[in-house]
């Protein structure tokens, strides 16, 4: 089972870390993504991190903003989001899985877990 934490209202051009922890398991052997779902919206992926943490990809809405990173030895994978806009408001969910879907070729019922979500809102 996987618990996001992190999140919270900020103003546009405010940071949050979110981190992405495991109970009852281990992240160490699973790419680690981060999605979010806005009201109305379909869940669009964010980021992946890949198992070792030497490759991530992003979405091109928060390239050069958002950061994953990983420390295994902590089984906890964070997300780190600066720059924040209004359009970053969502849920946002972690997901275990074999490898990065990069190129998104597999459903959402693909993953092995995900999390509850942790809501980020951004506003003044």
């Known amino acids: 089972q996987l618990v996001e934490s992190g999140g919270g209202l900020v103003q546009p051009g405010g940071s949050l870390r979110l981190s992405c922890a495991a109970s009852g398991s281990t992240l160490a052997y699973s790419a680690i993504s981060w999605f979010r779902q806005a009201p109305g919206n379909v869940r669009e992926g964010v980021s992946c991190?890949?198992?070792?943490?030497?490759?991530?990809n992003y979405a091109d809405s928060v390239k050069g903003r958002f950061t994953a990173s990983r420390d295994n030895a902590e089984n906890t994978v964070y997300l780190q989001m600066n720059s924040l806009k209004p359009e970053d408001t969502a849920v946002y969910y972690c997901?275990?899985?074999?490898?990065?879907?990069?190129?998104?070729?597999?459903?959402?019922?693909?993953?092995?877990?995900w999390g509850q979500g942790t809501q980020v809102t951004v506003s003044s």
């Open positions: 991190i890949t198992r070792g943490g030497e490759e991530t």
């Open positions: 997901a275990q899985s074999p490898w990065c879907d990069v190129d998104r070729r597999y459903p959402l019922t693909w993953y092995d877990s």
